[in-house]
């Protein structure tokens, strides 16, 4: 399985984004998809997942609210909207897949995009 992340970009504080992972490879409609961030300095962070009937979404307490998960199976896509955008939420923005489920540990990882978003 291959992901690719897109969507990314420069935005001001209280913009916002739609970023998007395609999978390749095998239909992953079963899987668990999540999104991970990474600010300049900081470690790796969870921010919200999925399982793969979009039954069950989790999120970071950080994003509640502002951002929302959703699937299009049949384009073996996930999305992430990004709405009111902070610049604390400026990182490196990696999706990730997994057959059961979505942690630092998932099977699959995307190349990031970054997000940027200014004061």
């Known amino acids: 399985v291959q992901l690719q992340a897109s969507g990314g970009g420069l935005v001001q504080a209280g913009g916002s984004l739609r970023l998007s992972c395609a999978a390749s490879g095998r239909t992953i409609s079963n899987y668990a998809m999540g999104w991970f961030r990474q600010a300049p300095g900081k470690e790796r962070e969870f921010v919200a997942a999925t399982n793969g009937r979009l039954s069950i979404t989790y999120y970071a307490d950080s994003v509640k609210g502002r951002f929302a998960i959703s699937r299009d199976n049949a384009k073996n896509t996930m999305f992430m909207q990004m709405l009111s955008l902070k610049p604390e939420d400026t990182a490196v923005y990696y999706c990730?897949?997994?057959?059961?489920?979505?942690?630092?540990?998932?099977?699959?990882w995307g190349q990031g995009t970054q997000v940027t978003v200014s004061s």
């Open positions: 990730a897949a997994d057959p059961v489920a979505v942690s630092e540990r998932a099977t699959y």
